[in-house]
Each structure stands twice: as C-alpha cells, then as structure tokens.
C-alpha cells in the first residue's frame, strides 16, 4: 500500500514508533506494521485520509513530556474541590465522607484504567468524545462533547471563585472580581503559549498544589496526634455529636456530588494523549500514578 504524504515525520512523531519504512517524503510506502497493538488506528487514518484525496496531517503538537504528562495528570486531581470543598463534604459526618470517597475512588479507578487503555491505543484530537463517536455512536459524542464543554465552564467559574475567598481574607478592601478576572487573564495567556510552554506552566502549577497537599496531610496528622495544638484528638470526631452521619443517608448522597467534583480532573490524561511526545509509553505511566 502506497499513502502520499507530504511528510513522513507527521506520522512517525505522533508516536506510533513501531514503523519501519524505507521510505520518506512523497510516495511513502508502508512496508511493514509492528505487533504492538497499534497498526488498526493508523490503518484507519490512513484510510481515512485517503478516502478524502487529502495528506495525513496532525493537528496538534505533540511537545509534552514524560514528566508535564504525569504531573498534569496528579495536578488535575488535586484543586478547589480538594483543597475548599473537603469542608462541606466533613459537615455530613465523617462516616459518610469516607463511604463516598471511597466509591468514587472505586469509579475513578475503572475509569482511568479504561481511559488510559483507550487513550494509548488511539492518541487521537477529542480523547474520550472522539472514542464516543467511533465505538457507540456520533450523537453519544455530540452529547459527551457538549457536556464536558458545560463542565468545564462551570468549574472555571468556580475556581474563580475560589482563588478571590483566600485573598480577598488578607486583602478585603479589592474588589472581589478582580481576582477572579485576573486568573481568567493568566488561565487565557498560559493556553495561548507553545505546547511546551503550557506543559511546564502545568508542570510547576502541580508540583505547588501536590507539595501543598502533602503539608496539609503532615499538618492534619499532627493536629489530630495532639503533636501541635496541645489536644489529642484522633477519632474524636467520630463520635462528636451526630456523628458519623450527621445526615443520615441523604447525607452520604450529598457528599457524592462533593466527591465526584473533588477527583473530576483525572481524565485529562486522556485529554493530553493527543500531544504528548511518546503516548505509547507516557499515557500508561500517568494512568498508573493517577489510579
């Protein structure tokens, strides 16, 4: 099979590195296909592009690296929901903070492990709305598209939100909205920039939210242990009026909506299949530090 292409790095750098031609530029002849499982999507693109009388080209750059992959990856887990939200979740009761993490936890582990297979065999533009398309059905991937659109403009606005209530704490005479504004202003600049350049933006971004979190874990231990604050508390709370289910079981449903907020994220490893260097092996790397 002959495929014209105008250039034979296009399909050599979108990762598939099991291919072995003799040829290069125009008139490229694909002579042998490896075994690792993934000669069925280039096939397929192939076909595809084919079909159209056009070239195969990539749309996006594929310029993340190993390590801009897997700490977007944990960065992603790691927001406002975590870091603000835990509060609202404890109010029903540690009982029933615990029983809705954990089954969320449970789903968000089926789900990246099915994500990241998926995502490492077709590092395509779209990641799961694309999959949603080509194996269920094209209005299941108009609806996912649109859904994760709303999603994601609603948590913006949240995390918006949720930058201005620490500062405007040490700074009440601004105005609330200008700090919300102002990270719109810095989130618009960081997606304009170079691939490169957002993955280390996103890099540095998760290293501080991942140290953050590690403190407040040692912190947290030591307060309860009586190590600082002079009370030993441990399981107190367990036992503290209500508790562990200050709600009862409406409780535990409403710290369902907190828990899935709190983990969403972890899919952009999926997102990012599409542009980082080597998705054969960096996608299957960060699926494991997610899960």
Not at 2 to 16: I, Q
Not at 63 to 71: A, E, I, M, N, T
Not at 264 to 270: I, K, N, R
Request: with cysteine; glycine share 14%.
């Amino acid at each position: 099979m002959v495929v014209n292409l105008s250039r034979y790095g296009s399909l050599r750098h979108s990762g598939y590195d099991d291919i072995d031609s003799g040829k290069t530029g125009q008139g490229l002849e694909v002579e042998e296909l490896g075994t690792t499982g993934y000669n069925t999507p280039i096939v397929e693109e192939v076909s595809l592009e084919i079909e159209r009388g056009g070239e195969l080209k990539t749309e996006l750059v594929r310029g993340l690296s190993q390590r801009c992959v897997s700490f977007i990856a944990l960065g992603g887990v790691i927001g406002s929901g975590l870091f603000i939200g835990t509060g609202t979740a404890l109010s029903a009761g540690p009982g029933s903070a615990l029983i809705a993490y954990s089954i969320v936890s449970v789903i968000i582990y089926f789900t990246m492990t099915s994500l990241g297979e998926l995502a490492t065999y077709l590092p395509i533009p779209g990641s799961f709305n694309a999959y949603g398309t080509r194996f269920v059905d094209p209005a299941f991937g108009f609806a996912l598209s649109w859904n994760y659109w709303l999603n994601w403009v609603s948590t913006v606005a949240y995390e918006a939100g949720a930058v201005a209530i620490p500062i405007s704490y040490w700074l009440p005479q601004v105005n609330f909205a200008v700090w919300g504004i102002s990270l719109m202003a810095i989130v618009v600049t960081i997606n304009c920039i170079t691939v490169r350049g957002y993955g280390e933006a996103e890099f540095w971004f998760a290293l501080i939210k991942i140290i953050a979190i590690c403190m407040f874990i040692i912190v947290g231990i030591a307060v309860a242990a009586g190590g600082l604050g002079g009370h030993h508390y441990g399981f107190e709370m367990w036992r503290y009026k209500k508790a562990p289910f200050v709600s009862g079981f409406g409780g535990v449903l409403n710290t369902f909506i907190q828990a899935g907020f709190s983990m969403q994220g972890s899919e952009l490893v999926g997102v990012v299949a599409a542009e980082s260097q080597r998705p054969a092996k960096l996608i299957p790397r960060a699926t494991r530090q997610i899960v």
